[in-house]
């Protein structure tokens, strides 16, 4: 993959992939966008913050709070680049709590050749051994997590199987295509078939039908802390678009 730059702003791609990831119930706060989802995840779970709320930033903080609290959540926003600084400036002196910066890399869309090495799946439908492979942040999934995860237009699971069933999977991934652009989400491997090329072969799987479904680029998101994954993506070709982070409501 090369270097070219990503042609959509950091509003756009935001927007771009909140379509590739929602949550179960969405509404608008003027530009900004309410999802909740069951609190799986904090994309489906935060307000995204991109343009102008139409009412007063502390109005706007205090509107996105009740939102959350009336449907059992913990207030969330998701904050991202710096158009977002004055709106994150009024959320934490709200005293709404700031999480570690996620990256947004972005590459050119090339789709590798299969070398057959690795015996890949696609479906499309997540069944029980995908989501049990799926730890998101190390946790177990919720029982809302099939609804978030499905909830797009065009969307693929790919999935490793290397030893026979009850056996778990080694790997899985998640891709979806949002215009011409493909969203690979959901990586991981289990630990003992890690740094053996999984990762690589379920991302190369995703990116191939992304390919054949006329997308041209490809975004992820990667937390800061996660060293390995950020290492693997840049071997892979991506660079960094821009960072959000989210702020949680005290309490």
């Given at each position: 993959?090369?270097?070219?730059?990503?042609?959509?702003?950091?509003?756009?791609?935001?927007?771009?992939?909140a379509r590739g990831w929602r949550g179960s119930e969405e509404a608008p706060l003027g530009d900004w966008?309410?999802?909740?989802?069951?609190?799986?995840?904090?994309?489906?779970?935060?307000?995204?913050v991109v343009g102008d709320p139409g009412v007063p930033l502390d109005e706007a903080v205090g509107a996105v709070a009740d939102w959350y609290r009336d449907r059992g959540l913990r207030p969330c926003a998701q904050l991202p680049g710096r158009q977002a600084r004055t709106?994150?400036?009024?959320?934490?002196?709200?005293?709404?709590?700031?999480d570690e910066d996620?990256?947004?890399?972005?590459?050119?869309?090339a789709?590798?050749?299969?070398?057959?090495?690795?015996?890949?799946?696609?479906?499309?439908?997540?069944?029980d051994a995908w989501l049990a492979g799926y730890h998101h942040r190390g946790r177990p999934l919720p029982p809302t997590a099939r609804d978030v995860l499905t909830n797009a237009e065009d969307v693929v699971f790919a999935s490793v199987r290397l030893e026979?069933?009850?056996?778990?999977?080694?790997?899985?991934a998640r891709g979806v295509v949002t215009g011409d652009w493909l969203g690979v989400a959901a990586v991981t491997v289990v630990e003992a078939h890690r740094r053996t090329g999984l990762a690589t072969a379920v991302m190369a799987a995703v990116q191939r039908w992304g390919a054949d479904r006329g997308a041209r680029w490809v975004y992820l998101q990667v937390t800061s802390s996660n060293e390995p994954a950020?290492?693997?993506?840049?071997?892979a070709g991506f660079?960094?678009?821009?960072?959000?982070?989210y702020r949680y409501a005290a309490g």
């Open positions: 993959m090369g270097q070219s730059r990503a042609p959509l702003d950091v509003a756009d791609l935001e927007r771009l992939a966008l309410l999802r909740a989802g069951g609190g799986f995840t904090g994309r489906a779970n935060s307000a995204l709106a994150d400036a009024a959320f934490a002196a709200a005293g709404w709590e700031r996620v990256l947004v890399l972005t590459a050119p869309l789709a590798p050749a299969p070398d057959g090495a690795v015996p890949v799946e696609l479906a499309a439908e997540p069944d026979p069933e009850p056996a778990p999977l080694a790997a899985v950020r290492a693997l993506y840049r071997r660079i960094e678009h821009h960072r959000y982070h």
